[in-house]
């Protein structure tokens, strides 16, 4: 028996006796409990009740290989090169990263839980075992980094839709790469690239979706978030919403190079959470008040101020609500 033999026993939430498991897998009640303590080293909470056994309580919605893959439609597994799902990663992007250069099909890489998980401008990502959404997709674009330009921004509108299709509701975005529900971070996307900027390049693109973060773990969280659950909006699995976004994004991402952010802009202002609002920019330091007016061809921010217009760029920038703005 492994430990993950071990871990889908225990995945539905129920009492396992150590000697039933013993006898069942041949193995000595030690080497059970070796294996549950595995377990526990991946973040796992375990309860151990004389006369009753190991119990994960409330149980883990794991990622299902097969399900995830019986589940994509046919224009998506023609882009798809590999897939893969690991119990414990670094980074899923970090794992991508070190698999460049790409070849001409979309390698996806998924965990159940990240040790070095990450956002934007090098904050850190909290990523729990099996509580949220942790999918990485290498692609590889040949027109250099000017095809990119708002890249970020429609993966965005990817992750919404998805969610939609789900039945989630109250969904927005906050530029250049925030998901909201209700207000609060639910979701947060990561464009690192590497190769040549006017030629063939390797895009690795994060997403990262709280779905049901554990009180300890959410409590390391240094802004306002949300997480599917406790909106009440955990009504499917985990791999029904991998499965969704994949099929969104790898049918998007073959178009991109082609047709580029121009067939997002509208979709991504029909969700914009800070639209005709107050808000501060703050570039390296630099800051910057006006009025948030959507975005541009390119997917720059355009800032209202009383110089007029501004386009602001993503990057080292952060965006934020002015005080007292509502």
Not at 163 to 175: F, R, T
Not at 177 to 206: H, Q, R, T, W
Request: hydrophobic share 40%; glycine share 12%.
């Amino acid at each position: 028996m492994s430990t993950n033999d071990l871990l889908i026993q225990l995945a539905d939430g129920a009492f396992h006796s150590g000697a039933d498991l013993a006898r069942e897998y041949g193995l000595s009640r030690t080497a059970i409990w070796k294996q549950v303590s595995s377990l526990e080293k991946l973040g796992i909470e375990i309860n151990r009740v004389r006369g009753q056994g190991y119990q994960i309580q409330g149980g883990l919605d794991l990622l299902e290989d097969s399900f995830i893959r019986n589940s994509l439609i046919s224009d998506a597994i023609g882009h798809l090169d590999e897939l893969t799902i690991h119990r414990s990663i670094d980074s899923t992007n970090a794992e991508l990263r070190r698999r460049t250069p790409f070849g001409n099909g979309a390698l996806v890489c998924l965990a159940e839980s990240q040790s070095a998980g990450r956002g934007r401008r090098g904050r850190a990502w909290v990523s729990p075992f099996a509580s949220s959404i942790y999918l990485s997709v290498g692609w590889r674009f040949h027109g250099g980094a000017e095809v990119l330009e708002g890249l970020s921004l429609s993966v965005g509108v990817m992750v919404c839709e998805a969610l939609q299709d789900l039945g989630v509701e109250g969904l927005s975005l906050k530029w250049p790469n925030d998901v909201y529900l209700d207000g609060k971070k639910l979701a947060g996307i990561l464009v690192e690239m590497s190769g040549d900027f006017s030629g063939p390049c390797d895009v690795v693109i994060g997403v990262g979706i709280n779905v049901r973060l554990p009180d300890e773990q959410a409590a390391q969280i240094e802004q306002p978030w949300s997480d599917l659950r406790t909106s009440g909006n955990v009504h499917f699995s985990r791999s029904t919403l991998v499965a969704k976004l994949i099929n969104r994004m790898l049918v998007a991402l073959a178009a991109y190079e082609e047709e580029g952010f121009a067939v997002w802009r509208d979709r991504w202002e029909a969700v914009d959470a800070f639209a005709g609002r107050r808000v501060v920019v703050d570039n390296n330091g630099q800051r910057l008040a006006g009025e948030a007016a959507g975005v541009d061809a390119r997917g720059a921010l355009l800032l209202k101020t009383s110089s007029g217009v501004q386009s602001i760029y993503g990057g080292e920038v952060s965006l934020r609500l002015q005080e007292g703005s509502s």
